[in-house]
Every structure is written in C-alpha cells, then in structure tokens.
C-alpha cells in the first residue's frame, strides 16, 4: 500500500491567517491526490482532486499544488469556517489511501 | 442532486458478519461510469478505503480487507450491499456510502455515515 503521511498532525490559526497543510506519499503518485475536509459529526467534503483542481463550489482561498511525491493544501486567508480537519488521498493505485489528517484550530 | 443513506445494525458481536446497505437517489448504476464504494472512519481516527463497485459490475477491494469483504449492487433498487465477515472489535467505525465516477478516484457524494459498534 501507499503511505500518506501529513504534517502538522495539529495546526493552529487565527482567523485570516495563511495556512499550509503538506502531505507526503511513500512513493510516485504523479498528481493523483485529493483533499477533503470534514466536520465533526459529519460526512467529508471533496476540495481539492487531481493536486491543483478545485471542486466546483469550494471557494478561491483553498489552492493545491505538488506532484509525485510531495503535496500542499492552502487556505490563503482562514474563515471561521475554515477549522476542521483536513485529509490528503491518493488514487494513483487501489487501494485509495488516507493521510492520518491534519486538525485546523482556532488559536 | 445525488444522494446517499447507509443502514444496518447499530451493534453486532464479534465474529458475526456486518450488512451494510447503501440507497441511492439521482443517479443510477445502470448509467456508465458511475461506482459506488465504501468508506470507514474509527472513532478519532482516519479514513479507510474499503471497497467499490462500478456500474459494469467491476468490483475493486481493499487488499488488507479483501478477504472479508463482498460488495454487490441491485441495480433497479439503486442499493449496493457490502458485507464483512468475521467482525471485530476493532471494526467499530462510521461506515459511509461514496459515490465516484470511473476514472476519477474521488468521491464528490457522501451518505452521513453509520456508526456500528463491535461488542459482545
């Protein structure tokens, strides 16, 4: 299996601050990676797929870039809504799998 | 819009084998390039990837679950059933339904999720 490793484990902010969450791959997974966000008690939402392309409807101040190996997600001004927490997924190979996420706190 | 709900128990003991059901809304596995999987979430922890299912009835399985996991799909009852043997306590997770088109790896659908406890 690939690995996904994300760092921090913890981040946090204060509301209007720029973010970046990084999430690293064992090995090559080209631009195959996705970001999701999720609330507590809720189902995750899609962002980010292929590295850099944002799902229709999430708004302009979530950006991705990376490829093979290293990946970044950006938050350019956090909103309140914002702080939750935050996974990377590869879908180079099956099985499609998880970074350990990374919660975004308030500060 | 596209719409997703999981049911099933609640509370199933060990070694006993889970069914999970997942109902769909506006979309159907008749229509190609549409796949509907399965996703876990622990309590506190991560996601895990567990199995799919695409219109073409492909089949694609998590390799470290692959052997306890069986995904079937009842096209013209837009349900799609996954079932896991020998379950265990540390199964104990939110399972959610995900809908995905071929090709795309992601899954843009999610059903709320249904937590199933393993306890004896």
């Known amino acids: 299996d690939i690995q996904m490793t994300q760092s921090p484990s913890t981040l946090s902010a204060f509301v209007g601050d720029r973010v970046t969450i990084t999430c690293r791959a064992s090995?090559?997974?080209?631009?195959?990676l996705a970001w999701y966000q999720q609330k507590p008690g809720k189902a995750p939402k899609l962002l980010i797929y292929?590295?850099?392309n944002l799902e229709s409807g999430v708004p302009s101040r979530f950006s991705g870039s990376g490829s093979g190996t290293e990946f970044t997600l950006t938050i350019s001004s956090l909103q309140p809504d914002d702080f939750a927490t935050y996974y990377c997924?590869?879908?180079?190979?099956?099985?499609?799998?998880f970074g350990q996420g990374t919660k975004l706190e308030i500060k | 819009q596209i719409t997703l709900k999981e049911s099933g128990p609640a509370l199933v003991k060990p070694t006993q084998t889970l069914t999970l059901t997942c109902t769909f809304s506006?979309?159907?596995?008749?229509?190609?390039?549409?796949?509907v999987g399965w996703i876990r979430q622990p309590p506190g922890k991560a996601l895990e990837w567990l199995a799919l299912i695409y219109w073409d009835d492909d089949k694609r399985y998590s390799p470290s679950l692959k052997n306890r996991l069986t995904i079937t799909k009842d096209t013209p009852k837009n349900q799609v059933v996954l079932t896991v043997t020998n379950m265990d306590p540390v199964d104990t997770a939110t399972y959610f339904c995900?809908?995905?088109?071929?090709?795309?790896?992601?899954?843009?659908?999610w059903g709320q999720g249904t937590l199933v406890t393993v306890s004896s």
């Open positions: 506006g979309v159907s596995l008749s229509t190609t390039g549409v796949g």
């Open positions: 997924q590869q879908y180079d190979t099956y099985s499609y799998t």
């Open positions: 995900v809908h995905t088109f071929y090709g795309s790896g992601t899954y843009d659908y």
């Open positions: 090995q090559t997974i080209t631009t195959w």
């Open positions: 292929k590295a850099s």
